[in-house]
Every structure is written in structure tokens, then in C-alpha cells.
């Protein structure tokens, strides 16, 4: 089976959250990126699974401009096979969507793998845009993914639940927790990993439908309020007239 | 100009889904809701007090396959001439509102958190820990909206049903099973939540949190860690790698507030952090600290807030 893995960059946790140029541009200064752990843990893991069970290749993709070589390196240490980087910046979902698709659908893998969201935009977009490009089923936040031959079951979020549900590849997924545990590369990976294959594309197009104007931080808290623990009654009375939540 | 606003009104009508519809009359256009599911014409007929002219139903999808969804939303948008697509951005909204972007070539804002300004609308980014704003430079705009940004409101009166043929096409996906927890609130929609941490040492004293839930009508959330080894289901788990939420009230105990876990909840309107750490972090994110065991106060609290219902 050939497993296609869309791999992005997010900011570290951690990272500071400011903004430049008139706030209408992440400030990267001192930011740390990190792979996009759901792409990490749960979509790449799982794909590395199913390749050590039924054999395969499993590859990268990663729409994105040479800073990105890093994390993609990282990935292919975790055990991806090869690594494919479409040579532009990534502004927006459907436009990112559109070069994955075209790559997909010229080199025909049976299974392409998102994660649930990237966590800077969290905009869980990416995975449905590549199926509706592909014409093909999209199964969206999956937490269990079993193959048997050419059929996957799995298990999804929904409203209020999860759902089992079956399809045939070729298919698109969205990863959620569950999916797999993480893995840390190990030294033999982290060396494998500088040689194996990393194909710079070029963009057979760039068009954008969305763009960030401008960006805001949220109003400062206020300092909190501490009640006295043996004084509940106090707390419900500021719950009701104070914050009117209840 | 006209707005279509989708809704899934499997299991009746959801208050998301009537903060969809108040978003959509508040865009200024005419609005016409497109629905699959069974909910009867009566109760579809209610939208029109939230500010639909019309609902259109399509009766024969009946699951979550994205394609069939797509397709009839996508006809619908063609039947009326729509500008704008609304929908509320839960877990069906993610499959689809993303394909039918691709299908109309339409700009789509996911995660809104207000009505437009001028030709933006502001959206969650960084987990929460900001916000951006967005512009669609396409013709017609897809918006989908967080659960619990807008209240639903209720001024108009009751418009008429029509059922509809979207051309959904066969659904690729099979349903082999839904497992739906009966009676619980769904965590993405409520407005009270109560939520514990590892402070709580172990599963067995979830008493007290459910307990607390119940007299406030509240659905219950965890940590991560909480949801790991299994003391509670992972659908309580929230945070950057759980669910987002919004709630009017969140209530935490015995959590220490670490970044990724303010990541799912710095959207609540108002904080109460229950901790005997005077330096969890949580208490700089909180509106109302308490320093106390959570053991003692837990139990107090659902005992106040039981005279305050009895009084009120
Ligand atoms: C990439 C990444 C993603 C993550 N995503 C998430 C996420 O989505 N959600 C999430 O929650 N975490 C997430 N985490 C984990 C997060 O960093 C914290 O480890 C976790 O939130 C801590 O859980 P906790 O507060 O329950 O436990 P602890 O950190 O152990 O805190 C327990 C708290 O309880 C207090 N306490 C102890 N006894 C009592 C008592 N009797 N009464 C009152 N208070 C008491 C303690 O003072 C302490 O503050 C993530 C971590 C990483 C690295
Ligand atoms: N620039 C990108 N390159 C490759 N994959 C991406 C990119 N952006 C997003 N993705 C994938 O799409 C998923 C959802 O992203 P998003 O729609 O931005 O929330 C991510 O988890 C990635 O798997």
C-alpha cells in the first residue's frame, strides 16, 4: 500500500504568540517549529504501522519553503521513506489543498493522511479540501484505522459520539488522538534520515480564495478574584450578579 | 444576495444550530436553511423564528458520508443563488464545509467568532491564544461558525418546509455503527462545564465533579492526563489536543492550568480554578480563584449552588 502523509510545521507550544508589521504578520522571532503533532503522532505513527504490517512505502508532503527541510527531516527520522516538498509558502488551506491533490493524483497512492488540524491556524481544512479534489471519500477525525485488504474500518468522531464506519481505498483521513502513540526517533533514524530522498516540486499554481488581514491578542484578564473555600455562597452570589453565567 | 445555512437536524434541533441561523439573519440577507436528517416538519418549521424564510430538506441523506452532504448543499446553494454559506462549525462542519469550498471554488472561514466587519470576519488562531482576520477574495464566502459565539435569537415565526431533491448521489462511506451516550450533553455545545484534573487522584472520586455537574445542568471535561490512564473517556479530554470549548462557565479542579490545556479553554467566558497550589498557573487565566482542596470545596459549592436553585 503507498500512504501519502501531509505534514506541516506548527510553533512550539510554548512558543510566544506576537505579531509584526502592524500586526499583520506572525512574529517568528525565537520561535521554535515544531512537526504539527497530530501529523506526528497520529497520521505518520499509524502510517508507519500499517507499512510494517502489510508492506508499502510511506511518503511525505509538505507544502512549504526551504525552512521546512528541518521538521521534514525530523518525520523522515521517525521512519517515513521519502519526502516531497512543494516549493511555495503556505498561506491558505485551498491552495496547499490543491498541490497535494495534483501530486497525489499524478503518483496514485491508496491512502493520503492529515492531521486533525494544524495549531496555528486550526482551520481543519486541508484533508476534506484534497478528497473534494480527488473526488474521493474523506473520513474525518479518525481515532482507529484497520486495514484488510483494500478495505479500512474505522472509527470517527461525531456529534456527541463515534461512529464505525467502512470504506474502500483509494480514501482520505484526517488523524485524531487514538490513532497511534507517539514515537521518538532513535539515532540509527536520525542518521538514515539525511540521505533519504527529499524532492523539491514546483507549484503548478497559487491560487488563494482566503488572506489573513490582520491579527489581535485577547484583552489581558483581570487579576482573579479569590473566595474564601468556606464560603461558597459567596462565589454562586458573583456566578449570578457579578458574571450573570448562572 | 442571499445566505444558505446548513444544519444537521438528526437529533432535532440543536442550540448550534439556531446560533447558525441567528448568524446567518444577522448577515443582512435573505435566509434559507438547507437540513438532511428526520427531525419532522413542525420542528424544522421553528427555524423560522430564528430568522430562516424557508427550509429546504432533503430527506434522503441520512449519514455523515461528506460527499452526499457536499452535493446537496452545493445544489441548494445553486437553487437559491446563495453568497454566503453558513455553517456551525462541529464535527460535521469540518468534513464538509472544506469540500464544498473546493466545489463552489468559494473562500471558507472556519472557526468565526462574530458577524463580519466590513469585508473580514474574526477567527480563533493559535489555539485560541489569539485571533485573526479573515477576507474571502472568491464571490461567494463559506462561514463556519464556533459553537457558543453568538446567542440563538428568537423574533420571527414559524416559515414554511419544503422537501428537496439535492441530487446526493450514492454514499461511499458504510455505517457500520453509532455509539451515542444517551442523556449526556455533548461537551462542544455546553454552556456550563465542570472539569477536574490529576488533582482528583483517582476515577473514584468523580462523584463529587459529576455531582456538581448535575445541580448546574453542566457536561463534564477533563485534562489530558485524566483521559490517558483512563479515569475518564476521551471525549472529556480538552485542550490543544482534546476539544476546544467556549462555555459560558468552565469550572476546573485540581488542574494546574498548563499551556495546553488553557489552549482548549481560554475561550470560556468566565474561569473558576479550584487549586490547593497557590501557584498554579491556572489562577492567572481564572476570573475566580478558590486556594482550597478540592475534596472540601467541590462538595460545598454543589451545596450552594443547590440553595441558590431552590431560592432563585
Ligand atoms: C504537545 C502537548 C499537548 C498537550 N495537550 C494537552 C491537552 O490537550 N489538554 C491537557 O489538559 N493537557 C495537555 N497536555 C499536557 C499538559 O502539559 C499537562 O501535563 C496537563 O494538562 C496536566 O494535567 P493536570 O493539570 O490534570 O495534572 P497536574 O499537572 O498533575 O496538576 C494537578 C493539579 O492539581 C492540584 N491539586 C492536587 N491536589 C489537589 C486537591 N486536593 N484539590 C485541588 N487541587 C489539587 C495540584 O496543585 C496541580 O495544580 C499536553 C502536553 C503536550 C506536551
Ligand atoms: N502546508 C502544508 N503542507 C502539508 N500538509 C499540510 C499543510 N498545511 C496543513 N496540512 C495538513 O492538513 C492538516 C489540517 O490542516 P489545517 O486545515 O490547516 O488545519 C494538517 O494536520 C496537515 O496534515
Known amino acids: 500500500m503507498k500512504i501519502l502523509v501531509c505534514i506541516s510545521k506548527s510553533p512550539d507550544t510554548t512558543s510566544k504568540i506576537a505579531f509584526s508589521d502592524g500586526n499583520t504578520k506572525f512574529d517568528e522571532n525565537g520561535v521554535q517549529y515544531i512537526v504539527n503533532p497530530y501529523d506526528e503522532w497520529y497520521a505518520l505513527v499509524r502510517a508507519l504501522e500499517l507499512k510494517e504490517a502489510n508492506g508499502g512505502s510511506v511518503t511525505i508532503i509538505t507544502v512549504g519553503t526551504a525552512e521546512d527541510d528541518a521538521i521534514m527531516r525530523k518525520a523522515l527520522a521517525i521512519g517515513a521513506d521519502d519526502a516531497v516538498r512543494i516549493d511555495m509558502a503556505a498561506t491558505d488551506a485551498f491552495s496547499v489543498s490543491m498541490q497535494i491533490a495534483e501530486y497525489a493524483k499524478s503518483n496514485g497512492f491508496d491512502m493520503v493522511l492529515t492531521g486533525k488540524e494544524t495549531i496555528n491556524y486550526n482551520g481543519s481544512q486541508v484533508g476534506a479540501m484534497i478528497a473534494e479534489a480527488m473526488d474521493l471519500p474523506f473520513i474525518s477525525l479518525a481515532s482507529k484505522l484497520e486495514m484488510n485488504g483494500s478495505t479500512a474500518t474505522l472509527e470517527t468522531e461525531i456529534v456527541g459520539g463515534v461512529q464505525i464506519v467502512e470504506v474502500n481505498t483509494p480514501v482520505v483521513i484526517s488523524c485524531a488522538k487514538g490513532m497511534a502513540e507517539q514515537r521518538i526517533p532513535n539515532m540509527r533514524g536520525i542518521m538514515a534520515a539525511r540521505t533519504k530522498p527529499l524532492t523539491v516540486v514546483s507549484p503548478t499554481s497559487n491560487d488563494v480564495l482566503t488572506a489573513f488581514e490582520t491579527y489581535s491578542l485577547p484583552a489581558a484578564k483581570t487579576a482573579c478574584k479569590m473566595i474564601d473555600p468556606e464560603n461558597m455562597d459567596e462565589l454562586v452570589e458573583l456566578l449570578h450578579n457579578e458574571a450573570k453565567v448562572i | ?312
Not at chain 2, 19 to 25: L, M, N, Q, S
Open chain 2, 1 to 312: 444576495m442571499s445566505t444558505l445555512v446548513y444544519i444537521n437536524s438528526r437529533n432535532g434541533l440543536a442550540k448550534n444550530a439556531l446560533e447558525a441561523v441567528t448568524y446567518g439573519k444577522k448577515l443582512g440577507n435573505e435566509v434559507t436553511v438547507i437540513t438532511t436528517g428526520s427531525a419532522d416538519d413542525v420542528t424544522l418549521a421553528k427555524l423560522g423564528e430564528y430568522g430562516a424564510s424557508k427550509v429546504l430538506v432533503d430527506k434522503s441523506v441520512s449519514g455523515d458520508d461528506s460527499q452526499q452532504l457536499t452535493r446537496v448543499i452545493a445544489t441548494a446553494a445553486q437553487a437559491v443563488g446563495a453568497t454566503t454559506i453558513v455553517f456551525s462549525h462541529d464535527l460535521t462542519a469540518k468534513a464538509v464545509a472544506p469540500r464544498l469550498s473546493v466545489r463552489l471554488k468559494a473562500g471558507l472561514i472556519s472557526g468565526a467568532i462574530a458577524v463580519p466587519e466590513g469585508d473580514t470576519v474574526k477567527v480563533n488562531v493559535f489555539s485560541g491564544k489569539a485571533f485573526g482576520n479573515v477576507k474571502v477574495t472568491s464571490a461567494v464566502k463559506i462561514i463556519s461558525l464556533l459553537p457558543n459565539s453568538i446567542q440563538p435569537e428568537q423574533n420571527g415565526s414559524a416559515c414554511p418546509v419544503e422537501s428537496f431533491n439535492g441530487n446526493a448521489g450514492d454514499a461511499r462511506v458504510k455505517l457500520l455503527d453509532t455509539k451515542v451516550p444517551e442523556g449526556e450533553i455533548p461537551l462542544p455545545e455546553a454552556e456550563l462545564v465542570v472539569s477536574a484534573g490529576r488533582g482528583l487522584k483517582g476515577p473514584e472520586n468523580w462523584g463529587m465533579v459529576e455531582d456538581l455537574a448535575k445541580v448546574l445542568g453542566a457536561a463534564t471535561a477533563c485534562s489530558r492526563p485524566v483521559a490517558d490512564i483512563g479515569w475518564r473517556p476521551h471525549h472529556e479530554h480538552v485542550g490543544q489536543t482534546g476539544v476546544a470549548i467556549r462555555p459560558n462557565l468552565y469550572i476546573a479542579a485540581g488542574i494546574s492550568g498548563a499551556i495546553q490545556h488553557l489552549a482548549g479553554v481560554n475561550g470560556s467566558k468566565v474561569i473558576v480554578v479550584i487549586n490547593t497550589d497557590a501557584e498554579a498557573p491556572f489562577f492567572k487565566a481564572a476570573d475566580y480563584g478558590i486556594l482550597g482542596d478540592a475534596f472540601e470545596v467541590l462538595p460545598r459549592l454543589t451545596e450552594a449552588i443547590k440553595k441558590f436553585k431552590s431560592s432563585n
